[in-house]
Protein backbone atom coordinates (compact mmCIF):
# COMPACT_ATOMS: atom_id res chain seq x y z
CA UNK A 1 0.00 0.00 0.00
CA UNK A 2 1.22 3.45 -0.99
CA UNK A 3 1.95 6.12 1.61
CA UNK A 4 -0.46 8.10 0.55
CA UNK A 5 -3.46 5.34 0.35
CA UNK A 6 -2.45 4.15 4.14
CA UNK A 7 -3.60 7.76 4.90
CA UNK A 8 -6.64 7.95 3.14
CA UNK A 9 -7.61 4.62 4.99
CA UNK A 10 -6.34 5.88 8.50
CA UNK A 11 -7.52 9.90 8.39
CA UNK A 12 -11.22 8.76 7.80
CA UNK A 13 -10.82 6.19 10.13
CA UNK A 14 -9.89 8.39 13.02
CA UNK A 15 -11.98 11.34 11.98
CA UNK A 16 -15.15 8.72 12.12
CA UNK A 17 -13.88 7.65 15.77
CA UNK A 18 -13.06 11.00 17.05
CA UNK A 19 -16.98 11.88 16.29
CA UNK A 20 -17.89 8.70 17.59
CA UNK A 21 -16.08 9.29 21.09
CA UNK A 22 -16.90 12.70 21.81
CA UNK A 23 -21.01 12.64 20.13
CA UNK A 24 -23.01 16.06 20.15
CA UNK A 25 -25.41 16.17 23.26
CA UNK A 26 -26.96 19.54 22.65
CA UNK A 27 -24.80 21.35 25.02
CA UNK A 28 -22.95 24.75 23.33
CA UNK A 29 -20.27 23.07 25.44
CA UNK A 30 -20.19 19.32 23.21
CA UNK A 31 -20.27 21.43 20.70
CA UNK A 32 -17.33 23.62 20.77
CA UNK A 33 -15.38 20.82 21.32
CA UNK A 34 -16.27 19.41 18.61
CA UNK A 35 -15.97 21.91 16.50
CA UNK A 36 -11.96 22.41 17.37
CA UNK A 37 -12.05 18.84 17.72
CA UNK A 38 -13.02 17.72 14.11
CA UNK A 39 -11.86 20.62 12.45
CA UNK A 40 -9.92 18.86 10.19
CA UNK A 41 -5.89 18.63 10.76
CA UNK A 42 -3.72 16.12 9.62
CA UNK A 43 -3.97 13.98 12.59
CA UNK A 44 -0.20 13.44 12.76
CA UNK A 45 -0.20 12.38 16.55
CA UNK A 46 -2.80 9.22 16.09
CA UNK A 47 -1.43 8.57 12.39
CA UNK A 48 2.03 8.29 14.15
CA UNK A 49 0.23 5.86 16.70
CA UNK A 50 -1.05 3.93 14.90
CA UNK A 51 2.20 3.58 12.32
CA UNK A 52 3.59 2.48 15.30
CA UNK A 53 1.71 0.04 16.51
CA UNK A 54 1.88 -1.15 12.78
CA UNK A 55 5.39 -1.50 12.85
CA UNK A 56 5.44 -3.85 15.76
CA UNK A 57 3.01 -5.70 13.80
CA UNK A 58 -0.07 -7.00 15.77
CA UNK A 59 -3.32 -6.43 15.79
CA UNK A 60 -4.23 -2.86 16.11
CA UNK A 61 -7.98 -3.13 16.80
CA UNK A 62 -7.44 -1.74 20.04
CA UNK A 63 -4.93 1.52 19.32
CA UNK A 64 -8.27 3.75 18.11
CA UNK A 65 -9.34 4.89 21.75
CA UNK A 66 -5.26 5.84 22.46
CA UNK A 67 -4.74 7.50 18.72
CA UNK A 68 -8.12 9.15 19.35
CA UNK A 69 -7.36 10.59 22.96
CA UNK A 70 -3.71 11.80 21.34
CA UNK A 71 -5.66 14.02 19.00
CA UNK A 72 -8.00 15.20 22.28
CA UNK A 73 -4.87 16.41 24.41
CA UNK A 74 -3.36 18.41 20.92
CA UNK A 75 -6.91 19.97 20.22
CA UNK A 76 -7.29 21.17 23.78
CA UNK A 77 -3.78 22.35 23.44
CA UNK A 78 -4.35 24.60 20.65
CA UNK A 79 -7.69 26.04 22.20
CA UNK A 80 -5.97 26.97 25.15
CA UNK A 81 -2.96 28.23 23.15
CA UNK A 82 -5.07 30.38 20.63
CA UNK A 83 -6.54 32.28 23.77
CA UNK A 84 -6.06 36.19 24.11
CA UNK A 85 -3.93 35.52 27.12
CA UNK A 86 -1.69 33.08 25.29
CA UNK A 87 -0.96 33.30 21.94
CA UNK A 88 -3.75 35.49 21.13
CA UNK A 89 -4.24 33.67 17.07
CA UNK A 90 -7.91 34.18 15.58
CA UNK A 91 -6.89 31.63 12.89
CA UNK A 92 -6.74 27.69 13.35
CA UNK A 93 -6.80 24.59 10.50
CA UNK A 94 -8.09 27.67 8.36
CA UNK A 95 -11.06 28.73 10.97
CA UNK A 96 -11.74 31.20 13.45
CA UNK A 97 -10.33 29.47 16.97
CA UNK A 98 -12.60 28.18 19.34
CA UNK A 99 -12.52 31.54 21.42
CA UNK A 100 -13.60 33.71 18.51
CA UNK A 101 -16.65 31.61 17.40
CA UNK A 102 -17.68 30.11 21.26
CA UNK A 103 -16.60 33.17 23.35
CA UNK A 104 -13.64 32.44 26.14
CA UNK A 105 -15.40 30.69 28.79
CA UNK A 106 -16.93 28.11 26.41
CA UNK A 107 -13.19 27.79 24.94
CA UNK A 108 -11.15 27.60 28.30
CA UNK A 109 -13.95 24.53 29.45
CA UNK A 110 -13.67 23.44 25.98
CA UNK A 111 -10.08 22.36 26.47
CA UNK A 112 -10.49 21.29 30.04
CA UNK A 113 -13.23 18.89 28.87
CA UNK A 114 -11.38 17.52 26.21
CA UNK A 115 -7.54 16.74 28.60
CA UNK A 116 -10.75 15.21 30.82
CA UNK A 117 -12.25 13.07 27.87
CA UNK A 118 -9.17 11.92 26.80
CA UNK A 119 -8.16 10.11 30.22
CA UNK A 120 -11.30 9.06 30.30
CA UNK A 121 -11.08 7.24 27.04
CA UNK A 122 -7.69 5.63 27.98
CA UNK A 123 -8.38 4.47 31.53
CA UNK A 124 -8.01 0.99 30.81
CA UNK A 125 -4.27 1.07 30.72
CA UNK A 126 -2.24 2.85 32.93
CA UNK A 127 1.13 2.73 31.85
CA UNK A 128 -0.09 4.62 28.87
CA UNK A 129 -2.14 6.76 31.16
CA UNK A 130 0.72 7.91 32.80
CA UNK A 131 2.84 8.70 29.56
CA UNK A 132 0.12 11.15 28.25
CA UNK A 133 -0.73 12.51 31.86
CA UNK A 134 3.02 12.88 32.06
CA UNK A 135 3.23 14.78 28.40
CA UNK A 136 0.48 17.10 29.62
CA UNK A 137 2.46 18.09 32.39
CA UNK A 138 5.44 18.61 30.02
CA UNK A 139 3.35 20.72 27.07
CA UNK A 140 2.01 23.01 30.16
CA UNK A 141 5.59 23.85 31.12
CA UNK A 142 7.14 24.28 27.76
CA UNK A 143 4.09 26.57 26.77
CA UNK A 144 5.08 28.97 30.18
CA UNK A 145 8.67 28.42 29.24
CA UNK A 146 7.62 29.78 25.34
CA UNK A 147 5.56 32.69 26.96
CA UNK A 148 7.84 33.70 29.86
CA UNK A 149 11.10 33.45 26.60
CA UNK A 150 9.11 35.91 24.61
CA UNK A 151 11.21 39.12 23.45
CA UNK A 152 13.91 37.46 25.56
CA UNK A 153 17.27 36.53 24.27
CA UNK A 154 17.91 32.32 24.57
CA UNK A 155 20.17 29.60 23.88
CA UNK A 156 19.99 26.92 21.51
CA UNK A 157 19.73 24.60 24.16
CA UNK A 158 17.08 26.72 26.13
CA UNK A 159 15.18 26.39 22.67
CA UNK A 160 15.44 23.18 22.47
CA UNK A 161 14.17 22.31 26.13
CA UNK A 162 11.71 24.34 25.56
CA UNK A 163 10.28 22.69 22.39
CA UNK A 164 10.80 19.09 24.03
CA UNK A 165 8.31 20.00 26.59
CA UNK A 166 5.70 21.98 24.29
CA UNK A 167 5.56 19.90 21.31
CA UNK A 168 8.11 16.85 21.66
CA UNK A 169 6.47 15.12 24.63
CA UNK A 170 3.11 14.82 23.27
CA UNK A 171 4.46 13.69 19.19
CA UNK A 172 7.12 10.90 21.24
CA UNK A 173 4.15 9.73 23.46
CA UNK A 174 1.67 9.20 20.47
CA UNK A 175 4.51 7.29 19.18
CA UNK A 176 5.25 5.12 22.41
CA UNK A 177 1.69 4.81 23.25
CA UNK A 178 1.25 2.69 19.68
CA UNK A 179 3.54 0.48 20.82
CA UNK A 180 2.45 0.23 24.27
CA UNK A 181 -1.12 -0.43 23.08
CA UNK A 182 0.05 -3.92 20.80
CA UNK A 183 2.57 -4.62 23.70
CA UNK A 184 5.63 -4.12 22.57
CA UNK A 185 8.61 -5.61 23.68
CA UNK A 186 11.37 -3.42 25.59
CA UNK A 187 13.95 -2.82 22.57
CA UNK A 188 11.35 -1.85 20.20
CA UNK A 189 9.77 0.54 22.69
CA UNK A 190 13.14 2.05 22.69
CA UNK A 191 14.32 2.47 19.00
CA UNK A 192 9.99 4.15 18.73
CA UNK A 193 11.21 6.36 21.72
CA UNK A 194 14.13 7.56 19.91
CA UNK A 195 12.35 7.72 16.70
CA UNK A 196 9.44 9.95 18.41
CA UNK A 197 11.55 12.32 20.28
CA UNK A 198 13.81 12.71 16.57
CA UNK A 199 10.47 13.45 15.02
CA UNK A 200 9.67 15.93 18.09
CA UNK A 201 12.75 17.84 17.09
CA UNK A 202 12.13 17.43 13.32
CA UNK A 203 8.67 18.67 13.57
CA UNK A 204 9.49 21.91 15.69
CA UNK A 205 12.42 22.68 13.50
CA UNK A 206 10.58 22.50 9.96
CA UNK A 207 7.19 24.66 11.85
CA UNK A 208 9.18 27.47 12.65
CA UNK A 209 11.08 27.48 9.17
CA UNK A 210 7.46 27.52 7.60
CA UNK A 211 6.06 30.14 10.13
CA UNK A 212 8.91 32.01 8.30
CA UNK A 213 8.78 30.63 5.16
CA UNK A 214 4.99 29.87 4.46
CA UNK A 215 2.05 31.53 3.96
CA UNK A 216 -1.73 31.51 5.87
CA UNK A 217 -2.98 29.28 3.43
CA UNK A 218 -0.99 26.47 3.73
CA UNK A 219 -0.69 26.65 7.04
CA UNK A 220 -4.15 27.25 7.85
CA UNK A 221 -2.95 29.32 10.53
CA UNK A 222 -1.38 33.24 10.39
CA UNK A 223 2.02 32.80 9.21
CA UNK A 224 4.91 35.12 10.77
CA UNK A 225 3.27 34.48 14.50
CA UNK A 226 6.78 33.93 15.83
CA UNK A 227 7.84 37.45 14.52
CA UNK A 228 4.79 38.56 15.99
CA UNK A 229 5.30 37.45 19.24
CA UNK A 230 8.85 37.64 19.27
CA UNK A 231 9.74 34.15 19.57
CA UNK A 232 12.96 32.59 19.53
CA UNK A 233 13.18 30.15 16.50
CA UNK A 234 15.43 28.20 15.08
CA UNK A 235 16.19 30.22 12.04
CA UNK A 236 16.31 32.59 14.27
CA UNK A 237 19.37 31.33 16.20
CA UNK A 238 21.26 29.29 13.95
CA UNK A 239 20.10 30.63 10.41
CA UNK A 240 17.42 29.02 7.63
CA UNK A 241 19.92 26.52 6.33
CA UNK A 242 21.47 25.11 9.03
CA UNK A 243 17.63 24.68 10.44
CA UNK A 244 17.39 22.66 7.29
CA UNK A 245 20.09 20.79 7.85
CA UNK A 246 19.73 19.75 11.55
CA UNK A 247 15.49 18.96 10.52
CA UNK A 248 17.43 16.67 7.85
CA UNK A 249 19.92 15.12 10.67
CA UNK A 250 16.61 14.44 13.15
CA UNK A 251 15.08 12.54 9.65
CA UNK A 252 18.12 10.45 9.57
CA UNK A 253 18.56 9.51 13.40
CA UNK A 254 14.94 8.66 13.56
CA UNK A 255 15.16 6.51 10.49
CA UNK A 256 18.49 5.09 11.79
CA UNK A 257 16.32 3.81 15.19
CA UNK A 258 13.56 2.33 13.01
CA UNK A 259 16.00 -0.08 11.20
CA UNK A 260 15.22 -2.65 13.59
CA UNK A 261 11.80 -3.26 12.23
CA UNK A 262 11.02 -4.47 8.78
CA UNK A 263 8.30 -3.29 6.31
CA UNK A 264 6.09 -2.76 8.79
CA UNK A 265 7.72 0.30 9.96
CA UNK A 266 6.98 1.99 6.16
CA UNK A 267 4.39 4.14 7.35
CA UNK A 268 6.52 5.76 10.36
CA UNK A 269 9.41 5.89 7.63
CA UNK A 270 7.25 7.69 5.63
CA UNK A 271 5.69 9.99 8.07
CA UNK A 272 9.43 10.76 8.75
CA UNK A 273 10.12 11.90 5.55
CA UNK A 274 6.82 13.75 5.13
CA UNK A 275 7.55 15.89 8.52
CA UNK A 276 10.77 17.09 7.15
CA UNK A 277 10.72 16.93 3.57
CA UNK A 278 7.54 18.54 2.68
CA UNK A 279 9.00 22.29 2.88
CA UNK A 280 12.77 21.88 3.25
CA UNK B 1 -11.53 10.28 68.31
CA UNK B 2 -13.83 13.48 68.15
CA UNK B 3 -14.41 14.66 64.67
CA UNK B 4 -12.20 17.83 65.73
CA UNK B 5 -9.11 15.40 66.34
CA UNK B 6 -9.91 13.24 63.28
CA UNK B 7 -9.91 16.41 60.78
CA UNK B 8 -6.44 17.54 62.91
CA UNK B 9 -4.70 14.19 62.30
CA UNK B 10 -6.04 13.75 58.33
CA UNK B 11 -5.89 17.59 57.33
CA UNK B 12 -2.42 17.85 57.88
CA UNK B 13 -2.09 14.78 56.31
CA UNK B 14 -3.73 15.44 53.25
CA UNK B 15 -1.41 18.65 53.17
CA UNK B 16 1.63 16.92 53.17
CA UNK B 17 0.64 14.87 50.32
CA UNK B 18 -0.02 17.56 47.90
CA UNK B 19 3.23 19.19 48.93
CA UNK B 20 5.05 16.29 48.50
CA UNK B 21 3.10 15.11 44.84
CA UNK B 22 2.95 18.40 43.59
CA UNK B 23 6.91 19.48 44.99
CA UNK B 24 8.88 22.88 43.56
CA UNK B 25 10.89 22.28 40.47
CA UNK B 26 12.12 25.94 40.12
CA UNK B 27 9.46 26.78 37.63
CA UNK B 28 6.92 29.68 37.98
CA UNK B 29 4.29 27.27 36.27
CA UNK B 30 4.76 24.86 39.29
CA UNK B 31 5.16 27.94 41.44
CA UNK B 32 1.61 29.24 40.51
CA UNK B 33 0.38 25.54 40.89
CA UNK B 34 1.41 25.22 44.58
CA UNK B 35 0.22 28.63 45.42
CA UNK B 36 -3.57 27.94 44.34
CA UNK B 37 -2.94 24.10 45.81
CA UNK B 38 -2.00 24.97 49.11
CA UNK B 39 -3.53 28.30 49.85
CA UNK B 40 -5.52 26.55 52.38
CA UNK B 41 -9.16 25.48 51.81
CA UNK B 42 -10.85 22.77 54.10
CA UNK B 43 -9.87 19.92 52.42
CA UNK B 44 -13.80 19.12 52.01
CA UNK B 45 -12.90 16.70 49.10
CA UNK B 46 -9.81 15.09 50.12
CA UNK B 47 -11.27 14.96 53.98
CA UNK B 48 -14.77 12.95 52.41
CA UNK B 49 -12.75 10.57 50.20
CA UNK B 50 -10.28 9.35 53.38
CA UNK B 51 -13.94 9.21 55.89
CA UNK B 52 -15.72 6.75 52.85
CA UNK B 53 -12.47 4.59 53.02
CA UNK B 54 -12.35 4.30 56.81
CA UNK B 55 -16.39 3.94 56.63
CA UNK B 56 -15.56 0.79 54.59
CA UNK B 57 -13.47 0.19 57.57
CA UNK B 58 -10.14 -1.13 55.73
CA UNK B 59 -6.85 -0.38 55.12
CA UNK B 60 -6.72 3.18 54.43
CA UNK B 61 -3.19 3.92 53.39
CA UNK B 62 -3.29 3.88 49.69
CA UNK B 63 -6.28 6.47 49.46
CA UNK B 64 -3.85 9.80 49.53
CA UNK B 65 -3.00 9.81 46.44
CA UNK B 66 -6.42 9.63 45.24
CA UNK B 67 -7.45 12.40 47.97
CA UNK B 68 -5.15 14.65 46.75
CA UNK B 69 -5.93 13.90 42.79
CA UNK B 70 -9.61 14.98 43.98
CA UNK B 71 -7.92 18.19 45.77
CA UNK B 72 -5.94 19.23 42.63
CA UNK B 73 -8.96 18.55 40.22
CA UNK B 74 -11.34 20.75 42.64
CA UNK B 75 -8.23 23.89 42.46
CA UNK B 76 -8.01 23.36 38.68
CA UNK B 77 -11.37 24.03 38.21
CA UNK B 78 -11.66 27.17 41.29
CA UNK B 79 -8.41 28.57 39.15
CA UNK B 80 -10.19 28.66 35.93
CA UNK B 81 -13.77 29.40 37.64
CA UNK B 82 -12.08 32.45 38.90
CA UNK B 83 -11.03 33.79 35.31
CA UNK B 84 -12.17 37.21 33.77
CA UNK B 85 -13.72 35.36 31.27
CA UNK B 86 -15.45 33.31 33.47
CA UNK B 87 -16.51 34.42 37.16
CA UNK B 88 -14.09 37.25 37.19
CA UNK B 89 -13.13 36.58 41.00
CA UNK B 90 -10.10 38.51 42.57
CA UNK B 91 -10.48 36.62 45.72
CA UNK B 92 -10.16 33.13 46.86
CA UNK B 93 -9.38 31.14 50.14
CA UNK B 94 -8.52 34.92 51.20
CA UNK B 95 -5.70 35.43 48.74
CA UNK B 96 -5.99 37.03 45.47
CA UNK B 97 -6.68 34.30 42.75
CA UNK B 98 -4.55 32.40 40.39
CA UNK B 99 -4.75 35.24 37.67
CA UNK B 100 -4.26 38.01 39.41
CA UNK B 101 -1.14 36.71 41.22
CA UNK B 102 0.68 35.11 38.23
CA UNK B 103 -1.56 36.32 35.22
CA UNK B 104 -4.15 34.77 33.20
CA UNK B 105 -1.81 32.68 30.68
CA UNK B 106 -0.08 31.15 33.60
CA UNK B 107 -3.17 30.36 35.94
CA UNK B 108 -4.74 28.49 32.89
CA UNK B 109 -1.87 26.71 32.53
CA UNK B 110 -1.47 25.99 35.83
CA UNK B 111 -5.32 24.96 36.16
CA UNK B 112 -4.26 22.42 32.98
CA UNK B 113 -1.38 20.91 34.55
CA UNK B 114 -2.90 20.85 38.14
CA UNK B 115 -6.08 18.13 36.01
CA UNK B 116 -2.94 16.15 34.02
CA UNK B 117 -1.40 15.65 37.53
CA UNK B 118 -4.44 14.30 39.12
CA UNK B 119 -4.55 12.13 36.64
CA UNK B 120 -1.07 10.84 36.52
CA UNK B 121 -1.46 9.85 40.07
CA UNK B 122 -4.55 7.79 39.75
CA UNK B 123 -3.12 6.10 37.12
CA UNK B 124 -2.90 2.88 38.62
CA UNK B 125 -6.64 2.74 39.63
CA UNK B 126 -8.72 2.25 36.24
CA UNK B 127 -12.18 2.34 37.21
CA UNK B 128 -11.36 5.52 40.18
CA UNK B 129 -9.80 6.91 37.04
CA UNK B 130 -12.79 7.04 34.76
CA UNK B 131 -15.00 8.12 37.53
CA UNK B 132 -12.52 11.20 38.40
CA UNK B 133 -12.72 12.05 34.18
CA UNK B 134 -15.96 11.70 34.11
CA UNK B 135 -16.81 14.10 36.86
CA UNK B 136 -14.45 16.28 35.43
CA UNK B 137 -16.31 16.29 32.26
CA UNK B 138 -19.72 16.97 34.35
CA UNK B 139 -17.97 19.87 36.14
CA UNK B 140 -17.19 21.60 33.10
CA UNK B 141 -20.83 21.00 31.45
CA UNK B 142 -22.09 22.33 34.81
CA UNK B 143 -19.76 25.14 34.48
CA UNK B 144 -20.93 25.82 30.93
CA UNK B 145 -24.60 26.18 32.19
CA UNK B 146 -24.02 28.56 34.79
CA UNK B 147 -22.78 30.86 32.67
CA UNK B 148 -25.41 30.30 30.19
CA UNK B 149 -27.91 30.90 32.36
CA UNK B 150 -26.51 33.85 34.35
CA UNK B 151 -29.42 36.46 33.84
CA UNK B 152 -31.77 34.17 32.84
CA UNK B 153 -34.55 33.13 34.50
CA UNK B 154 -34.37 29.13 35.43
CA UNK B 155 -36.68 26.48 37.00
CA UNK B 156 -35.80 24.49 40.08
CA UNK B 157 -35.03 21.77 38.07
CA UNK B 158 -32.47 23.44 35.87
CA UNK B 159 -30.64 24.46 38.80
CA UNK B 160 -30.37 21.10 40.38
CA UNK B 161 -28.88 20.05 37.43
CA UNK B 162 -26.18 22.80 37.02
CA UNK B 163 -25.41 21.92 40.36
CA UNK B 164 -25.22 18.18 40.21
CA UNK B 165 -22.93 18.54 37.31
CA UNK B 166 -20.94 21.52 38.78
CA UNK B 167 -19.83 20.89 42.27
CA UNK B 168 -22.19 17.60 42.80
CA UNK B 169 -19.92 14.94 40.46
CA UNK B 170 -16.94 15.58 41.83
CA UNK B 171 -18.85 15.16 45.75
CA UNK B 172 -20.13 12.35 44.90
CA UNK B 173 -16.99 11.33 43.43
CA UNK B 174 -14.82 12.10 46.34
CA UNK B 175 -16.96 9.88 48.48
CA UNK B 176 -17.36 6.44 45.96
CA UNK B 177 -13.22 7.24 45.22
CA UNK B 178 -12.69 6.21 49.16
CA UNK B 179 -14.75 3.39 48.58
CA UNK B 180 -13.13 1.82 45.02
CA UNK B 181 -9.92 2.09 46.90
CA UNK B 182 -10.15 0.09 49.20
CA UNK B 183 -12.70 -2.37 47.84
CA UNK B 184 -16.46 -1.43 49.19
CA UNK B 185 -18.66 -4.48 48.05
CA UNK B 186 -21.44 -3.11 45.93
CA UNK B 187 -24.17 -2.16 49.04
CA UNK B 188 -22.11 0.05 50.04
CA UNK B 189 -20.72 1.70 47.32
CA UNK B 190 -24.21 1.84 46.46
CA UNK B 191 -24.55 3.72 49.81
CA UNK B 192 -21.71 6.06 49.88
CA UNK B 193 -23.31 7.09 45.93
CA UNK B 194 -26.28 8.04 47.76
CA UNK B 195 -24.55 9.75 50.82
CA UNK B 196 -22.58 11.36 47.94
CA UNK B 197 -24.95 12.78 46.01
CA UNK B 198 -27.15 14.10 49.15
CA UNK B 199 -23.99 15.74 50.09
CA UNK B 200 -23.69 17.58 46.49
CA UNK B 201 -27.43 19.02 47.22
CA UNK B 202 -26.75 19.84 50.50
CA UNK B 203 -23.27 21.54 50.01
CA UNK B 204 -24.90 23.55 47.16
CA UNK B 205 -27.62 24.66 48.82
CA UNK B 206 -25.70 25.79 51.89
CA UNK B 207 -23.10 27.37 49.81
CA UNK B 208 -26.23 29.62 47.76
CA UNK B 209 -27.12 30.55 51.35
CA UNK B 210 -23.78 31.71 52.96
CA UNK B 211 -23.15 33.54 49.67
CA UNK B 212 -26.54 35.86 50.48
CA UNK B 213 -25.60 35.71 54.40
CA UNK B 214 -21.72 35.36 54.84
CA UNK B 215 -19.30 38.24 54.48
CA UNK B 216 -16.04 38.25 52.63
CA UNK B 217 -13.73 37.24 55.94
CA UNK B 218 -15.68 34.10 56.49
CA UNK B 219 -15.93 33.06 53.33
CA UNK B 220 -12.64 33.62 52.19
CA UNK B 221 -13.94 34.82 48.43
CA UNK B 222 -15.99 37.65 48.23
CA UNK B 223 -20.07 37.46 49.47
CA UNK B 224 -22.44 38.36 47.19
CA UNK B 225 -21.11 37.08 44.46
CA UNK B 226 -24.09 35.15 42.93
CA UNK B 227 -25.72 38.54 43.01
CA UNK B 228 -23.28 40.40 41.23
CA UNK B 229 -23.17 37.65 38.81
CA UNK B 230 -27.08 37.59 38.76
CA UNK B 231 -27.41 33.75 39.30
CA UNK B 232 -30.29 31.48 40.04
CA UNK B 233 -29.72 30.56 43.49
CA UNK B 234 -31.91 28.11 45.86
CA UNK B 235 -33.02 31.19 47.98
CA UNK B 236 -33.52 32.96 45.40
CA UNK B 237 -36.09 30.46 43.79
CA UNK B 238 -37.63 28.87 46.86
CA UNK B 239 -37.04 31.26 49.67
CA UNK B 240 -34.54 31.19 52.59
CA UNK B 241 -36.13 29.04 54.82
CA UNK B 242 -37.38 26.56 52.38
CA UNK B 243 -33.69 26.34 51.44
CA UNK B 244 -32.70 25.77 54.93
CA UNK B 245 -35.25 23.07 54.82
CA UNK B 246 -34.18 21.37 51.88
CA UNK B 247 -30.61 21.30 53.15
CA UNK B 248 -31.40 19.44 55.83
CA UNK B 249 -33.77 16.87 54.08
CA UNK B 250 -30.33 16.06 52.00
CA UNK B 251 -28.67 15.71 54.85
CA UNK B 252 -31.46 13.64 56.45
CA UNK B 253 -31.08 11.22 53.42
CA UNK B 254 -27.13 10.67 52.97
CA UNK B 255 -27.10 10.22 57.05
CA UNK B 256 -30.04 7.39 56.22
CA UNK B 257 -28.14 6.11 53.97
CA UNK B 258 -25.31 5.45 55.77
CA UNK B 259 -27.17 3.35 58.43
CA UNK B 260 -25.40 0.17 56.95
CA UNK B 261 -22.02 1.23 58.29
CA UNK B 262 -21.05 1.00 62.08
CA UNK B 263 -19.31 3.68 63.76
CA UNK B 264 -16.81 3.48 61.39
CA UNK B 265 -19.01 5.66 59.34
CA UNK B 266 -19.00 8.35 62.53
CA UNK B 267 -16.55 10.96 59.99
CA UNK B 268 -18.75 10.92 57.15
CA UNK B 269 -21.82 11.46 59.49
CA UNK B 270 -19.95 14.32 61.08
CA UNK B 271 -19.17 15.89 58.18
CA UNK B 272 -22.54 16.04 56.80
CA UNK B 273 -23.75 17.68 60.03
CA UNK B 274 -20.54 20.08 59.37
CA UNK B 275 -21.62 20.83 55.98
CA UNK B 276 -25.50 21.38 56.71
CA UNK B 277 -25.29 22.85 60.25
CA UNK B 278 -22.33 25.28 60.48
CA UNK B 279 -24.68 27.98 59.05
CA UNK B 280 -28.02 26.77 58.45
Known amino acids: MSFEAWVAVHTPRVNAALDQLCPADGSRLREAMRYSLLAGGKRLRPLLCIAAAEAVGSNIEHVLPAACALEMIHTFSLIHDDLPAMDDDDLRRGL ?58 ISLSQLKMIHANKTGALLKASVVSGGLIVNAP ?95
Open 96 to 153: PTCHVKYGEALAILAGDALQALAFELTAEYPQLLRLLAHACGQMCTGQAEDIAAEGKP
Open 186 to 280: PTQLSALETYGAQMGVAFQIVDDILDLTGDDATLGKPAGSDLKHDKATYPKLVGLEESKRLARAAEQEALTALEIFGESAEPLREIARYIVERNT
